[in-house]
């Protein structure tokens, strides 16, 4: 065993805390007031190769794996979390899917464009009545000579509104799990419609989209694997893009203890620092552990996956424990801050809304709770879909030392 992150992985890390410090810390006040698509700082981060630890070299990637991977995404979410969305639908959702699932034209036209964030790409499951439940999916592909016939809808799709095209899953069948299939679908094909979701607690940096397909014509070469691979292709692509949710949120988490060190640290009540107080250093005690606990499984599910492993299991593990911790570190913020919180000039408030996002999205915690509990009660072994899981052979050995 060790617990010691190796030079290598050190470097990457060191690199995305400094991006994060120099290039984000100083215009988020302005992004945060335009609160736009940051496209131009994806693109940044993409030059750095933020975005392709898990491809391989003649896609662009950097070979440096899933670990390298789970740092920056923590790092960036540290600092601005609306801003690490792109690390699922740039990076292990979209992307990574087309990689490990698609033909050498497909890897070809997409996989490059999209980690060097020259192409922006949608992962897109959810429908308005088929959410937790995948298999519920209603859209359906209708094979007509060379092409499908797309009709149906999605919703709350991350990205959806920029993006240049996405992978979308839809019924060719009625058989509730082979009947599914993957598509890439780009954006502007006729009989697709995109509409920006726009609430007081989404953030236009990283708008979700509805997505009308209203007899849609897409071309048969753009099925993503074979027809009737649909559900296999979803479990394997949420199983790596939960562990970027999971570190996406140890960075929120990480923020949130952040913030409650400096406010227990300086202000000031009954003529004390309220950090002296038993009941916040409680609080600051518990988000402390939970997070460094958290952090273990977040790093040891990315060690893991380098070590050619699907680790479903820890992805549940992981996703669950990191999101529900960061939700709680939010909660604890929030307590410290008191008034405050409601301020606009500190950052409570949209850590306390990403705390509680991560606890939903690519699966929520009952629905983690539910595998980790079936694979424990060996009922259903969380493992059970790695047979079906495909991987694209990148060998991080170069990068490891082993
Ligand atoms: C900001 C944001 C971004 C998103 N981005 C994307 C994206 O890019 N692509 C995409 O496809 N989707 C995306 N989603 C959708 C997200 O994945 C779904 O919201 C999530 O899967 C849950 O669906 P739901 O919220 O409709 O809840 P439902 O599935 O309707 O569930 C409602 C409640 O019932 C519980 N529940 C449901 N079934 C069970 C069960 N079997 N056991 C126990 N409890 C259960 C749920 O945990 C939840 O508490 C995004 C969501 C948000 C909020």
């Known amino acids: 065993m060790d617990f010691e992150l190796s030079e290598n992985h050190q470097a990457i890390r060191d690199a995305a805390v400094e991006f994060a410090r120099k290039r984000i810390q100083p215009q988020l006040a302005d992004l945060k007031k335009k609160n736009q698509f940051p496209k131009k700082l994806l693109q940044e981060m993409a030059d750095l190769g933020f975005f392709g630890c898990t491809f391989p070299e003649k896609y ?7 670990l390298s991977q789970a740092l920056i995404a923590e790092e960036i979410a540290r600092v601005l979390f ?35 964030c020259r192409k922006i790409g949608y992962f897109g499951l959810t429908e308005p009545n088929a959410a937790s439940d995948a298999a519920a999916i209603q859209t359906s592909a209708r094979k007509e000579g060379d092409s499908y016939i797309l009709n149906g809808s999605k919703i709350w799709i991350t990205y959806a509104p920029f993006s240049d095209y996405g992978i979308i899953f839809a019924r060719t069948s009625e058989d509730r799990y082979q009947g599914l299939s993957c598509f890439i679908v780009p954006s502007d094909l006729p009989g697709v419609k995109i509409v920006e979701m726009r609430s007081k607690f989404l953030s236009g940096l990283s708008s979700p989209g509805e997505i009308y397909f209203d007899d849609c014509r897409l071309p048969a070469e753009n099925l993503l694997g074979e027809e009737g691979q649909g559900f296999a292709i979803l479990s394997s ?55 460094e606990a958290s952090r273990m499984m977040v790093y040891r599910n990315g060690w893991l996956k380098d070590r050619g492993k699907t680790a479903f299991r820890e992805s549940a593990y992981s996703k669950y424990f990191a999101s529900e911790v960061t939700h709680r570190a ?17 950052r409570i408030g949209d850590l306390y809304i990403a705390g509680a996002v991560v606890t939903v999205a690519e699966g929520s915690s ?3 709770r539910g595998i980790i509990a079936d694979d424990a009660l060996s009922w259903k072994d969380a493992e059970r879909y790695a047979a079906f899981d495909k991987r694209y052979p990148v060998d991080f050995s170069g990068f490891l030392g082993h």
């Open 60 to 66: 662009g990637g950097t070979e440096t794996g899933f």
């Open 82 to 116: 609306e801003v690490s969305f792109a690390f699922n639908m740039q990076c292990m959702t979209c992307p990574f899917t087309i990689l490990n699932w698609g033909n050498d034209q497909q890897r070809d036209r997409y996989v490059a464009d999209t980690i060097a």
């Open 237 to 291: 692509a949420l199983n790596y893009g939960r562990l970027t949710v999971a570190a996406r949120s140890l960075g929120i988490g990480q923020a949130c203890l952040d913030e409650m060190l400096f406010y227990a640290d300086n202000r000031m009540q009954f003529q004390q620092k309220i950090g002296r107080f038993q009941s916040v250093k409680a609080l600051i005690a518990e988000a402390t552990v939970e997070l």
């Open 330 to 346: 939010a909660e604890a913020a929030m307590k410290i801050h008191g008034a405050y919180s409601f301020h606009d000039e500190y």
């Open 366 to 368: 009952f629905i983690q």
